[in-house]
């Protein structure tokens, strides 16, 4: 790959943008020299009720592990994102949604938002909920989930927002995780014209977490679903109740705003959580000077607000700036291949933020369904969740943008918060496939296996050496877990579990996860969990799960299954076990290849040796390496010659 294929900065950008190459280099030096005087400042950003004395209290020694920001710094979250703005943009749209059907939109001002919200959380008071408490969000993508986001933040409780696509077991263990006694949910979602049965979904869950006491549902398609006497209320209903002003509760900066579930190498999905005032700065900073945002730009991230970049990018960053953010329900080919393009046009929008396996699915579409639109108002470009092909940000480049909008691909993570690693549009040359270099405050380390520090042009364990405002700052309910996870393979650091590579200009080019964790469509999904799946169907004696190159998900999920004594391996069990798979997880886990396989390649002590299935998965034979230590080399070749082909 070239690394010298460069998109520098144009002399527009570098003028209007809020940052420029000289701006960048003296500012990212000042905030590695003196985190606590660059953040002390940059923590103005925000609004406090009590201004913080301190600014950053960290220790990532594992003995003495701490992450503290603003700590003694007293503010509101909701407060930030909406009564602040209310004097100057009262009338401003705040979100614009647009519906899975293209003739449904929808424009939420200011005042609308604080209203709406406001009557949330004095709904949730009603009911019970107090600060500290958590409560589930599994709702469709619709204003209503902001709202529901914004109100816990109001009073302090505690978000923790389940993906829609998530299956009703996945949402009882994260129910079940938190403890959380609260849902909301609504009858309905809408994706490409069908229905996504969530209260069915939830109503199911529920049978297994007998401390939920109330259900909040959101009437949307108006489908047909059952109340239970007692639990279930609708929204319009109670709304109507109370008013539409609720003072937001004062908060400590460390005090918990969200957990969010996301997978891990081994076990099951783990808390992540996040606090209030670091991780709003930083969400509002990045938003900023990532995305370039201006005063009146419309901007749109395609996201979910199920995963970290809705809630970031999607929600909190962009309404902390009073900027306008665009909500929308669908997906990207629906009504047809047409749709983002189309909703660019119909909205003006001049930021648009996506993942890469939406562009290349996109991209097999041609030219024709980008062309018949204008694109007009579109100014810059992001990519996110995945490493981009440079083919896919070419394309991007050449069609979407007309080669007249910068892109920033952004690297980070659910635990990050906030974008680590990426190109400030008026600041940093881009190379395509390449993440560049960090963001203010961010100090990226590559290491080899031992722990030692790799300088210059090389490639590595990606760590980050010191904290930033938006890191995560516990697994919840676990905090040794968090200890192991991040701080334990190389001390003192915080490991991210990818790899990397960084060129002759100090550019960062993340090469995917190093660990067992495979990212597929940009969403993360731990093997672990795939295999516990299958093992607990009937049939299957032991399953063993690894990623391979997918065209369009970046990569895909290959099954390696074996079969218990007897049972017949056939085309229809086959598709049961994906079945399977979608109803214990959810659809995003569902396996694109399962191989049947009469042994696992396992040392001599038992463990699994995962290098040669995804060797073996990846098409690479040759590659194989030692298999001497294997307990029995034999099933290895049979493993090869039996391989699926991945087409
Ligand atoms: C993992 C984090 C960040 C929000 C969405 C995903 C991969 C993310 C990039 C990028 C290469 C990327 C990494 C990371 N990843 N962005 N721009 N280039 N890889 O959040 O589910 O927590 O996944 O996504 O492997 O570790 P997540």
């Known amino acids: 790959m070239a690394d010298n294929e460069l998109f520098p900065v144009a002399a527009d950008w570098a003028k209007r943008a809020w940052v420029d190459a000289g701006k960048y280099k003296a500012m990212y030096e000042q905030s590695v020299q003196d985190p606590s005087a660059f953040w002390g400042e940059q923590g103005k950003r925000v609004d406090w009720i009590k201004p913080y004395s301190q600014v950053k209290d960290v220790s990532f020694d594992k003995a003495d592990l701490h992450i503290r920001w603003f700590a003694d710094g007293v503010l509101n979250v909701s407060a930030n994102c909406i009564d602040r703005h209310l004097p100057k943009r009262a009338s401003q749209t705040a979100i614009i949604w647009e519906g899975d059907d293209p003739s449904k939109a929808e424009s939420i001002t200011y005042q609308q938002l604080h209203d709406e919200v406001c009557r949330m959380a004095n709904v949730m008071k009603a009911k019970g909920v107090k600060k500290g408490d958590r409560v589930t969000i599994y709702l469709p993508m619709i204003p209503a989930a902001a709202y529901a986001m914004l109100a816990c933040a109001r009073i302090g409780a505690v978000h923790s927002v389940v993906f829609g696509g998530f299956s009703p077991d996945s949402l009882a263990n994260r129910i079940q995780d938190c403890d959380s006694q609260f849902l909301i949910t609504a009858d309905e979602g809408l994706r490409g014209g069908r229905g996504v049965p969530l209260k069915a979904n939830a109503d199911a869950a529920l049978k297994t977490c007998p401390n939920v006491k109330t259900v909040l549902v959101v009437k949307h398609t108006g489908g047909r679903i059952e109340m239970a006497a007692g639990r279930d209320v609708w929204l319009h209903d109670e709304a109507a109740k109370v008013p539409a002003t609720c003072a937001p509760e004062p908060m400590n900066a460390e005090d918990p705003l969200f957990i969010l579930y996301t997978s891990g190498s081994t076990g099951k999905p783990k808390g992540v959580l996040h606090t209030s005032g670091g991780y709003l700065v ?20 395609t996201a979910d607000v199920g995963w970290v970049t809705g809630h970031s990018y999607i929600l909190y960053g962009p309404l902390a700036n009073g900027a306008t953010t665009l909500m929308f329900e669908g997906v990207p080919n629906y009504p047809d291949a047409s749709r983002f393009w189309q909703v660019i046009d119909k909205h003006k929008v001049n930021i648009f933020y996506t993942a890469p396996t939406a562009i290349r699915a996109l991209m097999r579409e041609g030219e024709a369904p980008v062309k018949k639109t204008s694109r007009a108002s579109l100014r810059l470009l992001g990519s ?33 918060g906030g974008i680590l690693i990426t190109p400030l549009p008026g600041a940093i040359d881009q190379k395509p496939g390449s993440a560049t270099l960090p963001f203010f405050g961010v100090k990226p380390e590559l290491v ?33 877990r968090f200890i192991d996870t991040y701080f334990s393979t190389f001390p003192g650091k915080y490991f991210t ?32 969990e795939v295999e516990s799946a299958l093992v607990a169907h009937p049939k299957v004696a032991e399953a063993a799960v690894v990623g391979y190159p997918h065209n369009i998900k970046g990569q895909g999920i290959y099954a390696y299954v074996t079969l218990k004594t007897g049972i017949q391996a056939t085309e229809e069990l086959r598709k049961e076990l994906v079945q399977h798979v979608r109803t214990l997880i959810g659809p995003i886990a569902s396996p694109d290849l399962i191989q049947w396989a009469p042994g696992l390649p396992k040392t001599r002590s038992g463990k699994i040796m995962r290098r040669i299935l995804r060797k073996i998965a990846e098409n690479e034979h040759s590659a194989l390496g030692d298999t001497s230590t294997l307990a029995d080399p034999s099933v290895v070749d049979d493993l090869v010659n039996n391989r699926m082909n991945r087409g």
């Open 497 to 528: 579990g990818d790899g990397c590579r960084r060129d002759a200009d100090g550019y960062y080019w993340i090469t995917g996860r190093v660990d067992d964790v495979i990212n597929v469509s940009g969403h993360r999904m731990g093997t672990a």
């Open 448 to 480: 080899d296996g031992e722990g030692k520090v790799l300088d210059g042009a090389t490639e590595g364990n990606l760590c980050i050496s010191d904290s930033w405002p938006g890191q995560m700052r516990t697994v919840y309910g676990d905090h040794q």
């Open 282 to 301: 930083f969400a509002s900073m990045t938003h900023q000077y990532v995305f370039d945002y201006h005063d009146g730009d419309i901007y749109w991230c």
């Open 384 to 416: 996110v969740g995945e490493p981009i092909n440079p083919e896919a940000w070419l394309w991007y480049h050449r069609v979407i943008g007309d080669g007249r909008c910068p892109i920033v691909d952004t690297w980070w993570q659910t635990e990050t």
